[in-house]
């Protein structure tokens, strides 16, 4: 696997991807004890959670600006950050930041020709509640979600994260990658009662 540092990797197991300039996408990063924004470059990547789930170690941002814990920025930026993988409880993108190459949610590297569908899921963390959109194999119940170990950030879509030591700090984003490891419990969100509560309107 590859790290985070090396500009041009080589890495026989990733994909290809176009030969050319890198891209870079605008990310936020929120953890227990850190939410900072900044800029990510996808590499050898076309999606942003291919180079996450391919990557091990710290993952490297530029342009990183400190934000308070309800999102609004402090003024404390810095030209390149290394934040620690395992201490990401998700990365968030805004809506306007979210890559087109998101969308394509059918099928997987490790089953290409089996459906996705789309399930609405409420998942919480140590810090947060997150509802969202996953796509998962149609046979996928919740207990066998939540017993994979991969891939180890899954994708979410249309995310409403609210703070569990504040309720009143809402977020929302298009796309989130949770850390697995940060996952402390989950549930369909059709299956749970009161879920106005998460931070999502319900009729």
């Not at 530029?62 to 993988?85: F, H, S």
């Not at 990365?91 to 190459?101: F, N, P, W």
């Not at 459906?115 to 810090?127: D, H, K, M, S």
């Not at 891939?151 to 703070?163: E, K």
């Amino acid at each position: 696997m590859m790290g985070w540092g090396n500009s041009r990797p080589i890495d026989p197991l990733g994909p290809p991807g176009p030969v050319g300039p890198e891209r870079c996408e605008t990310i936020e990063l929120v953890g227990p004890h850190l939410r900072v924004s900044g800029d990510i470059s996808l590499l050898r990547f076309t999606r942003l959670s291919d180079l996450v789930n391919y990557s091990r170690g710290f993952v490297k941002l530029t342009g990183a600006q400190l934000l308070r814990r309800n999102g609004d920025p402090t003024g404390m930026v810095v030209p390149e950050l290394m934040v620690n993988q395992d201490e990401i409880t998700f990365i968030g993108q805004k809506e306007a930041d979210v890559s087109t190459a998101e969308t394509g949610l059918v099928g997987g590297m490790d089953r290409p020709l089996m459906q996705r569908v789309p399930r609405e899921l409420v998942i919480f963390t140590a810090g947060h509640t997150l509802t969202g959109t996953i796509h998962l194999f149609s046979e996928t119940d919740i207990a066998t979600f939540v017993d994979s170990p991969d891939p180890r950030f899954v994708a979410m879509t249309a995310v409403t994260a609210r703070s569990l030591a504040d309720r009143r700090v809402i977020s929302h984003f298009g796309l989130v990658l949770v850390n697995r490891t940060q996952i402390t419990a989950a549930s369909l969100r059709e299956l749970a009662g009161g879920a106005d509560e998460t931070g999502v309107d319900v009729d």
